[in-house]
């Protein structure tokens, strides 16, 4: 089955040119001229995954992002800037973006980017088994009974249940399935984010990340303390 991919940009010939070289990769593809379109279709169609530009007069990149991870949190999303700052990729960090590119992106960028976000998505939708029961390998069950579905990206215990997003649940999952390894920032970016930085910048990316997750992480006791910083260099998820 093709996937429905959304292209979202204000610049007819960067619009164009992304939708082209999309199609003739065989995706069925949709272009819309700025961000209220993009919101529009994402409430009435089906979409695999989006590209879209940060810089857009009214409704902008980021704001577009907010409103579809809300009506559409299955979208893997792919923003493009020619604007690029860590604080933006901050931003998109926050916002769950799967994959953030500078313009102008060469095709084999994108088509690389866009092949790993539809994967990604069809491992997230695949991951419940046919007759809807989880698989047993995404859940985690902790010596007092605490439950992390890394699936459902849930953890519970007794009548206690915190959410992740999906960003948190991906950082959590390449921590719990390599217990005791220690991962640099980098790996980190790109293992949960999918998109390559530099060694000074990852830090910055995940930081507010890893924050996020330890902060939910609090209210269950066996968890709270699992995250490890390892100065310097990265992190790790102790095992019990």
Known sequence: ???????????????????????????LV??????????????????????????????????????????????????????????TAIQALRLRVHDYLLKPASPAQVLASVKKGLERRNRSVTSASPNGVESTQEVYTLKDGTSVDLSRRQIKHKNKIEHLTPAEGRLLKVLMENEGKVFSHRDLVLLVQGYDTSAREAPEILR???SRLRHKLEAFPSLSEKVVSVRGTGYLYEGE
């Open 1 to 27: 089955m093709k996937s429905n991919i959304l292209v979202v940009d204000d610049e007819p010939v960067a619009r164009q040119s992304l939708t082209d070289i999309l199609k003739l990769e065989g995706y």
């Open 30 to 87: 949709v272009s819309a001229p700025n961000g209220q379109a993009a919101v529009e279709h994402v409430r009435t169609h089906a979409v695999d995954l989006m590209v879209v530009d940060l810089k857009m007069p009214g409704m902008d990149g980021l704001e577009v992002i907010q409103v579809v991870n809300q009506s559409s949190p299955d979208t893997e999303i792919i923003l493009l800037t020619a604007h690029g700052s860590i604080e």
């Open 208 to 210: 507010p990340l890893v």
